[in-house]
């Protein structure tokens, strides 16, 4: 009798794994038939001001160097991110609220509020997705000598805060314009918007000019 309960309790056990292992993957399924992005990650996070400091420090302050030979293709984007995705898309899903996307990753609904004026969208086409360090900045503070899988890297690289979704219009505004000559119209968000700017130089190696590092200094100086 002792033998036959243990018996129908490890079934009843082993029958609970098996539920269990199915049904983790059929949720994951469910989420990916329906077009319905998980949890929403956030950009990744700046230095903190002391750190963006030092790294502004250390970067080597030179003049910015000519334009000849630029052109946006020689920065490969929007690149493959995996799930169907592109850099794109990618990002619009990373900043969105209530991203709904179809089986091609473009988003069919969701709330976008961008971080340089505040402005809320619902329409993807509202919103651009803004290379923080711009790509013509970025070839005349060094990008011109290297390869172009290192230009590629940059201006699809999501591990760093060089991608942001913003309104359309004060992207276009922006243009190639660095910190000495543009800024966020959102006051607030200029010690963060130097501390992503400084980032992306750093990591990359760029050069800054002085009026650049005299504009990055007086907004981590609001942080």
Known sequence: ?????????YARRRKSVIITAIAAPCAALLMFTTGIAPAQAEPPSPPSASEAKTMLDGLKEQAEGSMDGYDRE????WIDQGDSCDTREAVLKRDGEGVETGSDCYPTSGTWTSPYDGGKWTKPSDVDIDHVVPLAEAWTSGASDWTQDKRQEL?????ISQLLAVTD??????SDKDPAEWMPPESGYHCTYARMWIWVKDTYGMTADSAEKDALTKALGTC
């Not at 009798?1 to 309790?9: A, F």
């Not at 020689?74 to 984007?77: D, E, L, T, W, Y």
């Open 155 to 159: 201006a699809n690289n999501l591990k």
């Open 1 to 9: 009798m002792q033998k036959r309960i243990r018996t129908k309790l």
């Open 169 to 174: 219009n004060v992207n276009q505004s922006k």
């Open 74 to 77: 020689k920065f490969p984007h």
